[in-house]
Nanobody
């Protein structure tokens, strides 16, 4: 069974930074594309960022381009989301997910999910 555990969430002031981590169990981490999604109260879950198996390709939602960076370390079996210049609108539960077939941009394409970590940005 593949398990994902997020960490690094917390409370930060607008303009600040956080780095989220997602530790993935299993021996096939490098075969999965990875993505980050977020969901705010009363809103639909939305795509944030994705990275290919090797880390050579990335994709970002327009709302976070230039502020967030997704990366992965296939030796540590960990994917990261560096979040800079945070805005109150970024407040949400952030979840990482693994795609066994590629680098999906839709939540329905992902096969495994973490429990989520809360990010709160104050104004």
């Amino acid at each position: 069974q593949v398990q994902l555990v997020e960490s690094g969430g917390g409370l930060v002031q607008a303009g600040g930074s956080l780095r989220l981590s997602c530790a993935v169990s299993g021996r096939t981490f490098s075969s999965y594309g990875m993505g980050w999604f977020r969901q705010a109260p009363g809103k639909e879950r939305e795509f944030v960022a994705a990275i290919s198996r090797s880390g050579g390709r990335t994709y970002y939602a327009d709302s976070v381009k230039g502020r967030f960076t997704i990366s992965r370390d296939n030796v540590k079996n960990t994917v990261y989301l560096q979040m800079n210049s945070l805005k109150p609108e970024d407040t949400a539960v952030y979840s990482c997910a693994a795609d066994a077939y590629g680098m999906g941009l839709r939540a329905a394409e992902y096969d495994y999910w973490g429990q989520g970590t809360q990010v709160t940005v104050s104004s």
